[in-house]
């Protein structure tokens, strides 16, 4: 591996692992809260929300796995927005690639879910769910929807430098948009006439292509294409955005 790039990993994981002690630092549990999280909320919703399920049985299951990929996205999203604000000084002396800054904070999300994912192993063991190969999508599926965050993150991260309002306008707009992917309720519950709306949203299909692996052991082949479209589309669009602004963003820090 280039010299080059095997420092550019270094820095990204030491400030992951900056992010990471910062998020936990007065924390008694620490990191283990990221394993308690998802469970403990599976347990609320599972009483608030599994008479909507066709299998109340399997609801835990649904609810966990769409819930730590959508928990990915508004990890990365969320935090990744300050990013550049965050790091200023660097930002503007460093000669590293400045996406580092962004790509940090992706990466701290990713490392999350993969914490997350031992709750998930956790409630697949305790409703003796058998995995096939089909597992194997899980983990495609996880590195398509980082990709498509990470797209969404730059986005964001370029925006918030000259309009710090984002960040509050995306706040309230993901609590509202965890509604409208079906990570509580399953689809089938859902009015006709926002099925195949819903179906288009790669915020559905992520999880949803998640769920098919863990719970019935498929895969749709056109949510597999939607998967690839979206991740890398909005990564290029992403760093597009930032490539454009990237002086600006200088001048303006």
């Known amino acids: 591996m280039n010299y080059g790039i095997r420092q550019y990993i270094f820095v ?9 002690t910062r ?5 008694f549990l620490g990191i283990i809260w990221s ?5 403990l909320f599976m347990i609320v919703m599972s009483i608030v929300f599994s008479g909507f399920s066709t299998n109340r049985t399997m609801y835990p299951v649904y609810y966990v796995t769409g819930f730590t990929l959508w928990s990915m996205f508004n990890t ?8 550049f604000e965050d790091n200023k000084n660097l930002f503007q002396k460093t000669k590293l690639p400045r996406e580092i800054f962004v790509l940090s904070r992706d990466y701290t999300a990713l490392v999350n879910l993969g914490f997350s994912c031992i709750a998930l192993l956790i409630v697949l063991a305790v409703f003796r769910v058998r995995l096939n190969w089909t597992v194997i999508i899980f983990v495609v599926d996880v590195f398509f929807e980082m990709l498509f965050s990470i797209g969404v993150s730059f986005i ?17 707009f993901i609590v509202l948009l965890v509604h409208m992917v079906a990570v509580y309720i ?4 859902y009015p006709e006439s926002l099925h195949e709306i819903t179906r288009l949203n790669p915020l559905y299909f992520y ?5 098919r692996c863990v719970l019935e052991g498929s895969v749709d082949v056109q949510e597999l294409k939607l998967m690839v479209i979206w991740g890398v589309g909005m990564l290029l669009v992403g760093l597009l955005v930032f490539k454009y602004k990237e002086n600006d ?4 820090l």
């Open 12 to 20: 990204i994981r030491q400030l992951t692992a900056r992010e990471i």
């Open 186 to 189: 399953p689809i089938e519950r």
């Open 249 to 252: 963003i200088v001048k303006k």
């Open 35 to 39: 394993v308690l999280n998802p469970l």
């Open 207 to 211: 999880p949803n292509i998640a769920r």
């Open 76 to 83: 990365a999203t969320t935090t990744s927005m300050t990013a």
């Open 23 to 27: 998020k936990y630092a007065r924390s």
């Open 156 to 172: 964001l991260a370029t925006i918030y430098v000259f309009y710090k309002d984002i960040k509050f306008l995306w706040r309230n």
